[in-house]
């Protein structure tokens, strides 16, 4: 098995195709970490904000006026809207494989149905656990390591973070130029602009230690150090962790590998951007602004606030904090409340949610995996880690 805090999932013996059956104390051993128990508390902090969210949401609104936004929409676009959204899935699974590339070569269609199964995880369990799902199930389906696996995830979040920050902050000052903002926008202006500079300022500053992290050759000496002074049950464990985590990173140890990572991740945000604006043409959210450029900004807007809004891991896909922020940024703009909150639940729920759940689920299926599978005993899981490190180079 293979481990990174409370989530384990099977790994692949070297050579073969199949993971590893379970062993009997494996099968009958007490699951301590259920984590789509009623007992997991993480589950029920993010049901519990989610619904603050969600309630705080209905609260700013008719609800007849929502329900007729809702029946009048043309749900003929939510369509290409989901196959907008999948075609972005292969430039984001086309990105890992760029900064995988240091450490393996694998294609693009190997890597897409594990990206699809790493979101529908994290869509459905708490603190944005679906990354270490993704990273572990890459482990078992390449022989690969876990650690550096999720290493490669933390810098293309980082960079989908900075890629967001500055599409935000270019549209809007483009929109706050052409007057787009009213009085009510005027209220959020000055906090939005420094919420933006602090959420800049942090991605900017991860993205250093990150990569003073993997160009600088003192790091596995440092490492080494630190792990030398902890018991004998843990340094070299955490020793190898580190250092196949550092060795995910190496992606970053030139300037030019930063600007191809910034310029790899445009496709996989214009494709988002795209789903966008084609279920807000379903609410005719387009007849509020007075020009195409104008509402191709007012989403590309909508599209940065909402998904930075699901960077700090306190709800349940997202669900709640995305549909408030998307229905505020509309609102500031002139968009009807009831309308702008249609729509948020519509975009987020019906075009990125459900869909990508569904194949999810469906790739669980036929690779004979579960969600349940992913969370086992911790005594199984120290083992198979051991062997998963080993085997990291395999082909």
Do not use: C
């Not at 990125?352 to 690779?367: D, R, S, T, Y």
């Amino acid at each position: 098995m293979v481990q990174l805090g409370i989530l384990y999932l099977p790994t692949q013996r070297r050579g073969t195709n199949k993971p590893r059956e379970l062993g009997p104390r494996e099968r009958t051993a007490p699951d301590r970490t259920d984590y789509l128990g009623i007992t997991n508390w993480r589950l029920w902090l993010g049901v519990g904000v989610s619904g603050i969210f969600l309630l705080f949401l209905i609260w700013t609104i008719d609800l007849e006026d929502m329900a007729t936004a809702l029946a009048g929409a043309n749900y003929l676009y939510i369509v290409p809207a989901v196959v907008i959204y999948f075609i972005g899935i292969y430039f984001r699974a086309f990105r890992w494989r760029y900064i995988l590339s240091p450490l393996r070569k694998i294609s693009v269609m190997r890597l897409y149905p594990v990206v699809v199964i790493g979101y529908a995880a994290n869509n459905v369990l708490p603190a944005r656990a679906g990354e270490f799902v993704r990273a572990y199930y890459m482990a078992q389906r390449e022989q690969f390591s876990g650690s550096t696996a999720l290493a490669t995830i933390g810098v293309e979040r980082i960079y989908d973070g900075l890629t967001l920050f500055l599409l935000s902050v270019l549209a809007a000052l483009l929109l706050l130029l052409a007057g787009v903002f009213g009085e009510l926008g005027l209220v959020y202006q000055n906090a939005a602009f420094i919420l933006a500079g602090v959420a800049g300022l942090g991605l900017l500053a991860a993205l250093s230690v990150i990569t003073f992290i993997a160009v600088n050759p003192g790091t596995a000496i440092v490492i080494d150090r630190i792990s030398r002074r902890l018991p004998n049950r843990f340094g070299p464990r955490l020793k190898d962790l580190a250092l196949n985590f550092v060795e995910g990173l190496s992606i970053l140890s030139s300037p030019r590998q930063h600007g191809m990572m910034m310029l790899l991740s445009l496709p996989v945000w214009a494709g988002e951007i795209l789903v966008y604006m084609t279920v807000a043409y379903s609410f005719g959210i387009n007849d509020y602004f007075t020009s195409l450029w104008a509402f191709a900004l007012a989403i590309v807007l909508v599209t940065a606030t909402s998904n930075l809004s699901t960077a700090f891991p306190v709800s349940i896909g997202g669900i709640g904090p995305f549909e408030l922020i998307a229905q505020q940024t509309l609102a500031v703009m002139g968009v009807d409340w009831a309308v702008a909150a249609s729509y948020a639940l519509v975009v987020h729920l019906v075009a990125l949610w459900l869909p990508v759940n569904v194949a999810g689920f469906v790739l669980m299926w036929k690779e004979n995996l579960s969600l349940k599978q992913l969370a086992v005993n911790r005594e199984a899981a120290d083992d198979s880690q051991r062997v998963t490190t080993a085997g990291g180079e395999g082909t």
